[in-house]
């Protein structure tokens, strides 16, 4: 049977290295945990923009040009 690796990453939050197998993965402690959760709540982290499929959007161009042919 294969044994898991465990991927080495650093915390968003204070850069220390943490493993996947880690039990705050992908944070290093519940500190950071809870620091991150707070930036989300305040609004400091924000989706810029809609997050639109390429395939979408060349169905809908060509159906605006399909309507305005005679």
Same mark, same amino acid.
């Given at each position: 049977?294969?044994?898991?690796?465990?991927?080495?990453?650093? +915390?968003?939050? +204070?850069?220390?290295?943490?493993?996947?197998? @880690?039990?705050?993965?992908?944070? +290093?402690? $519940?500190?950071?945990?809870?620091? @991150?959760? #707070?930036?989300?709540?305040? #609004?400091?982290?924000?989706?810029?923009?809609?997050?639109?499929?390429?395939? $979408? #959007?060349?169905?809908?161009?060509?159906? $605006? @040009?399909?309507? #305005? $042919?005679?």
């Amino acid at each position: 049977m294969p044994r898991k690796r465990a991927v080495k990453l650093k +915390c968003p939050i +204070c850069k220390k290295p943490v493993k996947s197998t @880690d039990a705050e993965f992908p944070f +290093c402690s $519940e500190r950071c945990r809870t620091i @991150d959760l #707070g930036k989300w709540a305040s #609004g400091e982290y924000v989706v810029s923009s809609p997050v639109t499929d390429a395939e $979408e #959007g060349i169905r809908e161009s060509t159906l $605006e @040009d399909r309507e #305005g $042919e005679p």
